[in-house]
T-cell receptor, first 111, second 117 residues
Framework: DTAVSQTPKYLVTQMGNDKSIKCEQN?????MYWYKQDSKKFLKIMFS???????INETVPNRFSPKSPDKAHLNLHINSLELGDSAVYFC??????????FGDGTRLSIL | AQKVTQAQTEISVVEKEDVTLDCVYE???????LFWYKQPPSGELVFLIR??????QNEISGRYSWNFQKSTSSFNFTITASQVVDSAVYFC??????????????FGEGTQLTVNP
């Protein structure tokens, strides 16, 4: 039943490690997104894919690499994790102009 | 560039009071969409409403109502007879034309609403 699901929900890891967050949507949407919510609750777009093509790539360190194997999936891989990467990462999907449906978020904590 | 401003960082009310959350936006797009999302303490983002730039009619949904005024670039949200369950962070967001913004959401900084019993 879940429309946008992302895993894991919590991710605790050491500085310098590489980790991935997975996202899947079963809504048939053609656009998927990654947003970052920082400790002050501010939400900002990181990436967007439309039909597996990258259309938004904000000023994000190149340690962050999104991958979209198909329209229903958008994964986020992060290399060499740093303390400042600690945040909640939200995946979302939509068709253009429509409300974006968000996953429940992945809380990433770097030790 | 697009910008959304929610000037009220925190609001605290007593149950049954009415409360209005302010949202002011900036955009150069002629076609755009405005949204409100709710983030309860459990952390998920819940969609509340979408408005397109050509529809200035106010909307009411139960205890919630929205006032969209293009002349002042505002999209304010009112909760009538607030309840403790309304306690959450509320985000106003803007999405522009696909060509200019790729349908990204630009969020305001959020308003933390606390409703006390």
């Amino acid at each position: 039943d879940t429309a946008v699901s992302q895993t894991p929900k919590y991710l605790v890891t050491q500085m310098g490690n590489d980790k991935s967050i997975k996202c899947e949507q079963n809504l048939g949407h053609d656009t998927m997104y990654w947003y970052k919510q920082d400790s002050k609750k501010f939400l900002k777009i990181m990436f967007s894919y439309n039909n597996k093509e990258l259309i938004i790539n904000e000023t994000v360190p190149n340690r962050f690499s999104p991958k979209s194997p198909d329209k229903a999936h958008l994964n986020l891989h992060i290399n060499s994790l740093e303390l400042g990467d600690s945040a909640v990462y939200f995946c979302a999907s939509s068709t253009w102009g429509a409300p974006q449906h968000f996953g429940d978020g992945t809380r990433l904590s770097i030790l | 560039a697009q910008k959304v401003t929610q000037a009220q960082t925190e609001i605290s009310v007593v149950e049954k009071e009415d409360v209005t959350l302010d949202c002011v936006y900036e955009t150069r797009d002629t076609t755009y969409y405005l949204f409100w999302y709710k983030q309860p303490p459990s952390g998920e983002l819940v969609f509340l409403i979408r408005r397109n730039s050509f529809d200035e009619q106010n909307e009411i949904s139960g205890r919630y109502s929205w006032n969209f005024q293009k002349s002042t670039s505002s999209f304010n949200f009112t909760i009538t007879a607030s309840q403790v369950v309304d306690s959450a962070v509320y985000f106003c967001a803007l999405s522009g034309g696909l060509e200019t913004s790729g349908s990204r959401l630009t969020f305001g900084e959020g308003t933390q609403l606390t409703v006390n019993p």
